[in-house]
């Protein structure tokens, strides 16, 4: 379903992603481990078009991302409403949850589809209380984010990015700014829409959590993929010095 094909993006003279590859098959969940500024989040960036790389290749369902090849043969950058299309569906969930706050949850949820795909207004909210359902907040649908907890905005940040029908959804440290006790509750709800089938990749710092959803775990420094496997072989017995510091620090 993804893949990544010898990435390389700099800002700069700092090269942030060095020869950076890898696949995701369709229906699984890859797990991105790795330090601070170890170019994690820039590579789930390119994967949504929110960053421009350098060289290399990614392919989303057999088709390039970010470029369109022409009756010449020539290779033509796709232009910023391409862009904006392909951004669509790929979802992409943040620390932050970046709800807008002057929406209800519902509207929020609604908003996407209606605006962006026209969906009408019957439509948009069966499809947005479906997913409230599913991320368990239908009794929530009129609240504003503000009076709901950091668990609860991201699981409506969560509901907002399915309601756009993602083929796949990214995840950049969902967890990061919660609560420790809320952090169970949004982890629940990444499970699920693994059961569902759903293909995705995943910065956390969870590594049990990593352990027990991801189906390929990646471990990647200074924007180079160091080791990457099956997570109860890699993180049972890194192969490498440098994944079993990280992990130390877990223990
Ligand atoms: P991670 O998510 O693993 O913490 P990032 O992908 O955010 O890492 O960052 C990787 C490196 O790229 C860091 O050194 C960061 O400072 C740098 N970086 C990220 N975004 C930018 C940017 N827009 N301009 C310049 N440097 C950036
Ligand atoms: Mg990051």
Not at 26 to 34: F, R
Not at 65 to 93: F, H, S, Y
Not at 224 to 248: H, I, W, Y
């Amino acid at each position: 379903m993804i893949s990544v094909q010898s990435l390389s993006k700099s800002f700069g003279s700092h090269m942030v992603l060095k020869d950076f590859s890898f696949e995701v098959a369709q229906g699984k969940t890859a797990v991105l481990l790795g330090k601070s500024g170890s170019g994690k989040s820039t590579m789930l960036r390119c994967l949504n078009l929110l960053e421009h790389w350098d060289r290399g290749n990614i392919e989303i369902a057999g088709l390039p991302l970010g470029r369109t090849c022409k009756p010449d043969g020539q290779w033509r950058r796709w232009n910023t409403r391409e862009e904006a299309e392909a951004r669509q569906r790929i979802g992409m969930v943040f620390q932050q949850f970046n709800l807008f706050p002057h929406m209800t949850v519902l509207q929020n949820v609604m908003c996407g589809p209606k605006r962006i795909l026209g969906q009408d207004e019957t439509t948009a909210r069966k499809l947005a209380l479906e997913l409230l359902d599913q991320v368990g907040l239908v009794q929530k649908q009129s609240a504003y984010p503000s009076f709901l907890s950091g668990g609860q905005q991201q699981r409506v940040a969560i509901a907002r990015a399915l309601a756009m029908r993602p083929s796949v959804l990214l995840l950049d440290e969902i967890t990061s700014a919660l609560d420790p006790e809320l952090v169970g509750e949004v982890l629940e709800v990444i499970r699920d829409l693994k059961q569902r089938g759903l293909t995705m990749v995943c910065v956390t710092h969870e590594i049990h959590f990593a352990q027990d959803v991801a189906d390929h775990v990646i471990f990647m420094e200074e924007g180079q993929l160091v080791e990457e496997g099956r997570p109860d072989a890699l993180l049972a017995q890194p192969n490498t010095e440098r994944l079993r510091k990280f992990l130390s620090r877990f223990h």
